[in-house]
T-cell receptor
Framework: SQQGEEDPQALSIQEGENATMNCSYK?????LQWYRQNSGRGLVHLIL?????REKHSGRLRVTLDTSKKSSSLLITASRAADTASYFC???????????FGTGTSLTVIP | EAQVTQNPRYLITVTGKKLTVTCSQN?????MSWYRQDPGLGLRQIYY???????DKGDVPEGYKVSRKEKRNFPLILESPSPNQTSLYFC?????????????FGSGTQLSVL
């Protein structure tokens, strides 16, 4: 069964607006990562957050982690057309060495 | 340039005809992995390798084989492809198997089995 699930499945916003996507997972984790995929291409790592961290920032990206709710959110501020892509969360389980990817959120930023 | 190289980018084949998708990384990474991506199902892990000669099954290993004879290469073998293996395949590598390391992905191989 899938460990991570993103929500919403699709999101369409105007350029300049903020985009928020969420990831929920089922079992305890050590680390959670967010990746970006441009149309059919390979995934690119965005940010990693550890289970003992609550928030991390990288440029226009802000990631939060709530281990009590087993959820994470990715916020992209001041979105640009170039942010149009699919975004995936990847979670491990604290007994394993594999990552489990969700089904992704497809973000469209309209110029 | 540090990269993961997959070949071919596109492949059309027929049921039962053995094929190999190659994957090579130039970053001296210990960990390598294969995923398939299908609409509505996200990425699912097929096989992974924590080092040379060490491989293990992921979530969907049926119908696939792998080998890790050299650190840089991790080919994916379909001995007798079937239409349900039509998918977008990705190879990924990481410095180690620790999950606080980020994965580096190849550009993908779109496979169609007729």
């Amino acid at each position: 069964s899938q460990q991570g699930e993103e929500d919403p499945q699709a999101l369409s916003i105007q350029e300049g607006e903020n985009a928020t996507m969420n990831c929920s997972y089922k079992t305890s984790i050590n680390n959670l990562q967010w990746y970006r995929q441009n149309s059919g291409r390979g995934l690119v790592h965005l940010i990693l957050i550890r289970s003992n961290e609550r928030e991390k920032h990288s440029g226009r990206l802000r990631v939060t982690l709530d281990t009590s709710k087993k959820s994470s959110s990715l916020l992209i501020t001041a979105s640009r057309a170039a942010d149009t892509a699919s975004y995936f969360c990847a979670t491990d389980v604290n007994t394993g060495n594999q990552f489990y990817f969700g089904t992704g959120t497809s973000l469209t930023v309209i110029p | 340039e540090a990269q993961v190289t997959q070949n071919p980018r596109y492949l059309i084949t027929v049921t039962g005809k053995k094929l190999t998708v190659t994957c090579s990384q130039n970053m001296n990474h210990e960990y390598m992995s294969w995923y398939r991506q299908d609409p509505g199902l996200g990425l699912r892990q097929i096989y992974y390798s924590m080092n040379v000669e060490v491989t293990d099954k992921g979530d969907v290993p049926e119908g696939y084989k792998v080998s890790r004879k050299e650190k840089r290469n991790f080919p994916l073998i379909l001995e007798s492809p079937s239409p349900n293996q039509t998918s977008l395949y990705f190879c990924a590598s990481s410095p180690s198997w620790a999950t606080n390391e980020k994965l580096f992905f190849g550009s993908g191989t779109q496979l169609s089995v007729l």
